[in-house]
């Protein structure tokens, strides 16, 4: 985005320790809004796994990076947290989720709309929005 290079370099490896190293199944990521040991995530399974806004601001990385490299796997770690965790942190009725748990048998547990605010209930007003935008996250055509 700046054009510098090292700035590049440090997003590619953040989001690289990020989506292969932190993240759940879902590709959610972070228990008790931290990340632990990378690759030891089946010990972290608890009420308060993967925090929505984390996924969301991953999701404009990935934007970022996909624009930068239009590589499957890209695509492939973005599909998987929008459907796995963004679409499922939204109820119908318009509240959203602050953490997906991950624990056996957990519940969702949807945010309060008038009595209680959190990051993700910001980042979540744009998720709704962000799920319709996905149609418009295409790889570029190669013309040869
Ligand atoms: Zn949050």
């Known amino acids: 985005m700046t054009g510098d ?3 590049r370099a440090a997003a590619d490896f953040f989001w690289d320790r990020v989506v292969n190293h932190h993240s759940y199944v879902t590709g959610g990521h972070c228990d008790h809004e931290h990340f632990g040991p990378p690759d030891q995530l089946n010990d972290r399974l608890s009420d308060d796994t ?5 996924v969301y601001n991953m999701l404009k990385l990935t934007r ?3 624009g930068w490299r239009p590589e499957s796997r890209v695509a ?3 599909e998987r947290a ?3 965790h963004i679409r499922s942190s ?3 009725d318009g509240r959203v989720i602050y953490n997906l748990t991950l624990r056996q048998g957990g519940t969702k547990s949807y945010q309060l709309k008038y009595d209680w605010f ?6 979540g007003m744009e998720n709704h929005v962000r ?3 996905a149609s418009t996250f295409t790889t570029p055509t190669v013309s040869g």
């Not at 993967?50 to 984390?54: G, I, K, L, P, S």
């Not at 959190?118 to 980042?123: A, K, N, R, V």
């Open 90 to 92: 939204q109820h119908p």
């Open 131 to 133: 799920t319709r935008m």
């Open 118 to 123: 959190t990051c993700c209930m910001g980042t």
């Open 82 to 84: 929008l459907l796995n």
């Open 50 to 54: 993967t925090e929505t806004c984390n």
């Open 5 to 7: 290079p090292a700035d």
């Open 76 to 78: 492939d770690f973005y």
């Open 64 to 66: 970022h990076i996909f």
